[in-house]
């Protein structure tokens, strides 16, 4: 919130930059309102209805995928900025960032969309539950693709852009000497190792307990380690807002 009130009081959302670090903090604020409801079902059943069981899964969502794509959109912006500085003075104008931000917001929306449709609540012995019910004859592959795809939009794509876009950026700053450029990189560098240090480990954990067969985890004492393993890391990715 602090975030948001320096970037439209403050800075007045002047340049690019400005545009995508507000959309970024919108997006964490977004997924910390769903973690108190998270919190409390992790203690006891779920006790807030099923509108809500579908909302939140999709808040939780849309907050994980706008969040990777905010910080594409700011590794982007700084190799414009740094990499092709003559064309970025065209292209990194408000009007732009505003546009991208939007479409960024869309495609987050669609993503999560299957959050929205396939979480749903049950009544189990111990009380009401908050789960995704896959359609049974296509639970496996449904739970196999989501997984991927989180994964991969989640993490690999957003690593490949990111490695190879400040690849570049070094490459440049190591020929020019420019303070102001050195201290903006390492703001969106520093976000950008903060989220994979706290999400990756959770999307390891996800991606070998829908394929368990592939990775030869199938005892029972293998799952229970990874049962705990997911808790574990899924809490420790929910610090990175």
Request: glycine share 4%; net charge positive; aromatic share 14%.
């Amino acid at each position: 919130m602090l975030v948001v009130l320096i970037l439209v009081k403050y800075k007045r959302l002047k340049s690019m930059t400005d545009i995508y670090l507000l959309n970024l903090a919108i997006s964490d604020l977004l997924f910390v309102f769903s973690l108190p409801f998270w919190a409390y079902y992790a203690v006891h059943d779920w006790i807030f209805g099923e509108a809500l069981c579908r909302i939140l899964s999709g808040v939780y969502l849309l907050g994980f995928y706008s969040g990777i794509f905010f910080i594409i959109l700011l590794t982007l912006d700084r190799y414009l900025a740094i990499v092709h500085a003559v064309f970025a003075l065209k292209a990194r104008t408000v009007t732009y960032g505003v546009l991208a931000s939007v479409v960024t917001w869309a495609v987050a929306v669609l993503i999560s969309l299957p959050g929205v449709v396939f979480h749903k609540t049950q009544k189990e012995s111990s009380g009401y539950t908050c789960n995704a019910h896959y359609p049974s004859e296509q639970r496996n592959a449904w739970k196999k693709f989501l997984t991927l795809k989180m994964n991969i939009l989640g993490l690999l794509i957003p690593m490949l852009i990111m490695i190879c876009s400040y690849t570049r950026i070094i490459k440049t700053l190591l020929q020019c000497r420019n303070e102001k450029k050195h201290k903006a990189v390492r703001l969106i560098f520093i976000i950008m190792i903060t989220y994979f240090f706290f999400w990756a480990p959770y999307n390891i954990c996800i991606l070998l307990r829908d394929f368990q067969g592939a990775f030869s985890i199938s005892t029972c004492e293998g799952n229970g380690q990874l049962h705990k393993a997911i808790q574990v890391t899924e809490t420790i990715s929910m610090i990175h807002c």
